[in-house]
């Protein structure tokens, strides 16, 4: 049962990170540290 929880979070994260990506927010993570970006362009800019 444990596994079957992991495996429902882990898919509820990924949602959430291409979610919020798709908004312009992305998480950064480096061995220097940590942030968060806030992408300005636009799906047009992208092509």
């Known amino acids: 049962?444990?596994?079957?929880l992991?495996?429902?979070a882990g898919?509820?994260?990924d949602q959430?990170?291409?979610a919020?990506?798709?908004a312009g927010i992305v998480f950064l993570s480096?061995?220097?540290g940590?942030?968060?970006?806030?992408v300005n362009d636009?799906?047009?800019?992208r092509r």
């Not at 049962?1 to 079957?4: A, E």
């Not at 636009?42 to 800019?45: A, C, E, Q, S, V």
């Open 42 to 45: 636009t799906d047009d800019k």
């Open 1 to 4: 049962m444990h596994n079957h």
């Open 16 to 18: 959430v990170r291409r």
């Open 30 to 32: 480096t061995e220097r």
């Open 20 to 22: 919020l990506e798709a």
């Open 6 to 8: 992991l495996t429902i």
């Open 34 to 38: 940590r942030g968060v970006l806030l």
């Open 11 to 13: 898919r509820t994260r």
